[in-house]
């Protein structure tokens, strides 16, 4: 049976967003302090229906000047295009200050500021239309950024879109957004944390650069969910180096949970991976050095994918993994625990349930120093399949437990197809290159 290593498969979405909108509170807004300003001092009514852009920017230059904070009491904004500059910092009351977008490219942009704060607010897109790469904050060259315990819904475009920025984004929930939650090009050490992120369109979270090289983003305890384009993703890291994603619950993805193109030198660790329509976790287009550890991977098309060794894709230690309940089609490449082609150590992982291989080292030619030692993998037709074709590397499959396969537990593949008998059983010395030795099969 052939695999499609690049294929991808479908998921549909799932429910309505609204319930996640957080209850108004009914506490009367009071001023931050003596050196706080309180925006209506400015001219702006709050449940105005009128646009109050020229207002608001009037107290936002204001306070900006002064380095004081901006209060903004409960009630309903239109504003748009608002310009944040340096020493911004804007507060509301949770759930109830609310800011909607007028006629513009965005709710708030800037451009070479630094220390600008938002928190408490509610930024509304009214699913209008927004230019490619914009989002309802639109935030550019911008250091000593923090945005904490804001609500963003029905974005047109990006929720939040970061070019160059150094900072935080917190405690803050993303819902609706069609051109995705979060998008991060050329970051500065940027922090996205503690984030919900439900019913985005192109991916939750986007990390990305212009070229390849050091990045250092940290997405750390973000629950991302309902991720509904043809290749919605969870997280997608692109041509970003030294990239932590850690401790994220993702969940019915269309594509991948976590997506790494051209990458490097990633930690993709104590993720917990549900519903994907995809790999969980795919490394494709030269992405090299990775550790995957400790993540939990249930119900998934296919668990750990890193492949595309001709063009540098290598160096991967994935272990202490648990894959399970796999249920992607052999057909189109998916029901694989674990796959890897080159420079990488499969190590200590469990693997229960997966429709074709539980582990597969290599793909027709593309096989070189893999290591497969001390893993279970049980309930699947083959153990751990291995790449066979002339012009192939090494594999060491050595001290794994392998229980419940009907075709093998170690058995050589071609082109996806199983091409030897059970190579556990003694039929290895016909392949020089491939170890197998000291396997438990029962």
Same mark, same amino acid.
């Given at each position: 049976?052939? #695999?499609?290593?690049r294929?991808v ?8 967003a ?14 931050l ?13 709050a449940?105005?229906p009128?646009?109050q ?15 004081? +904070?901006?209060?903004? +009491?409960?009630?309903t904004?239109?504003?748009?295009d608002?310009?944040?500059k340096s020493? =911004?910092?804007l507060?509301? &009351? $949770?759930?109830?200050? *609310? ?15 630094d ?15 927004l230019p ?13 950024? $923090? ?9 047109g475009? !990006? ?16 819902v ?19 984030? =919900?992120?439900?019913?985005c369109?192109?991916?939750?979270? *986007?990390? =990305?650069? !212009? $070229?390849r ?9 973000? *629950?991302?969910?309902h ?10 890291i692109?041509?970003a180096?030294? @990239?932590?994603?850690?401790? %994220?619950?993702i969940g ?5 949970? #976590?997506h ?15 519903? #994907?329509?995809?790999? !969980? ?8 050095g ?7 991977? /249930? ?5 750990i ?11 991967v230690?994935?272990?202490? %993994? ?17 796959v890897?082609? !080159?420079?990488s150590?499969?190590t200590g ?9 539980g #582990? ?11 290591? @497969? ?7 699947? +037709?083959i153990?751990v399949?291995?790449? &066979?074709?002339?012009?192939?590397g090494s594999?060491l499959?050595?001290?794994n437990?392998?229980?419940d ?5 170690? @058995?050589?593949?071609?082109?996806? $197809?199983?091409?030897?008998g /059970?190579?556990?059983?003694?039929e +290895? ?5 491939i170890?197998?030795?000291g396997n438990?099969?029962?």
């Amino acid at each position: 049976m052939a #695999i499609d290593r690049r294929s991808v498969l479908g998921l549909s979405a799932g429910s309505a967003a609204g319930a996640l909108l957080p209850t108004p509170s009914r506490a009367t807004p009071q001023p931050l302090g003596s050196l706080g300003l309180d925006v209506t001092h400015f001219g702006v009514n709050a449940g105005s229906p009128d646009d109050q852009t020229d207002a608001l920017q009037r107290a936002i230059d204001a306070s900006a000047e002064a380095r004081v +904070p901006l209060w903004l +009491p409960a009630g309903t904004y239109i504003a748009a295009d608002l310009v944040l500059k340096s020493g =911004t910092q804007l507060y509301g &009351v $949770r759930g109830a200050t *609310r800011l909607l977008l007028g006629h513009g490219a965005a709710i708030a942009a800037c451009a070479r500021a630094d220390q600008v704060m938002l928190q408490g607010l509610v930024f509304d897109g009214r699913s209008q239309f927004l230019p490619e790469g914009r989002g309802l904050l639109s935030l550019r060259e911008v250091r000593g950024l $923090r945005i904490l315990d804001c609500y963003l819904q029905e974005s047109g475009g !990006a929720g939040i879109s970061l070019i160059g920025a150094e900072g935080e984004i917190a405690h803050t929930t993303i819902v609706g957004a069609a051109g995705g939650g979060i998008t991060t090009e050329d970051g500065r050490g940027v922090t996205l944390s503690h984030n =919900t992120i439900f019913q985005c369109g192109r991916h939750g979270i *986007r990390v =990305t650069r !212009a $070229r390849r090289g050091h990045d250092g983003t940290q997405i750390l305890a973000n *629950r991302i969910e309902h991720v509904g384009a043809t290749e919605g993703d969870g997280i997608v890291i692109e041509h970003a180096g030294a @990239v932590i994603a850690a401790d %994220n619950h993702i969940g019915r993805c269309q594509g991948s949970g #976590i997506h790494a193109r051209s990458a490097a030198n990633l930690h993709v660790r104590g993720n917990a991976l549900s519903a #994907i329509g995809d790999f !969980a976790v795919r490394m494709e287009d030269g992405s090299d050095g990775a550790i995957v550890a400790g993540n939990t991977i /249930d119900g998934t098309a296919g668990g750990i994918s890193v492949t595309d060794r001709e063009t540098g894709g290598r160096l991967v230690a994935c272990q202490g %993994n648990l894959v399970r309940n796999l249920r992607g089609e052999p057909a189109n490449g998916r029901g694989i625990g674990i796959v890897v082609e !080159a420079d990488s150590a499969i190590t200590g992982n469990v693997i229960e349930g997966a429709p074709l291989a539980g #582990i597969l080292a290599g793909f027709g030619r593309h096989l070189r120093d893999v290591t @497969v030692t001390g893993n279970v993998v049980r309930t699947t +037709p083959i153990g751990v399949g291995v790449s &066979v074709e002339p012009g192939g590397g090494s594999a060491l499959i050595a001290h794994n437990l392998i229980a419940d396969v009907s075709q093998g537990a170690v @058995v050589g593949m071609s082109g996806g $197809r199983a091409v030897t008998g /059970d190579l556990a059983g003694g039929e +290895p010395s016909r392949y020089a290159s491939i170890t197998v030795s000291g396997n438990r099969v029962r």
